[in-house]
């Protein structure tokens, strides 16, 4: 099972990160969200401890990027944007307000 895992693992990182492609484009969606993924303390209430976690999905071709990020600030989820996304893609998200200047990126914003 640990060498399943591993191998798992290595596919994963080798197909989202090694071979980093764009998604997106015109006449492309793509949504994006952030998540933290982590362990609710005393398994109860809100998460406290955790990984932050960006990520995006592509509806036409089904191709996605998952990214961990220090915090969720504009500057960061914006970089990560461009660094993944093609310009002239709509994008889908929350009304989370770090996506407010999607729209002047050279994006379509729609939430």
Request: proline content about 2%; aromatic content about 12%.
């Amino acid at each position: 099972m640990v060498d399943w895992a591993s191998f798992c693992r290595e596919v994963v990182y080798d197909s989202m990160i090694v071979r980093k492609v764009m998604i997106g484009g015109h006449g492309h969606t793509v949504e994006i969200d952030e998540s933290k993924f982590g362990k609710r303390k005393y398994h109860r209430g809100h998460r406290v401890e955790g990984q932050w976690v960006f990520g995006g999905y592509e509806r036409e071709t089904g191709n996605c990027f998952m990214v961990p990020v220090e915090n969720r600030t504009a500057e960061t989820l914006l970089k990560i944007i461009k660094d993944w996304v093609k310009p002239g893609t709509t994008i889908i998200s929350d009304c989370w307000k770090a996506y407010n200047t999607l729209n002047n990126e050279g994006y379509v914003h729609l939430t």
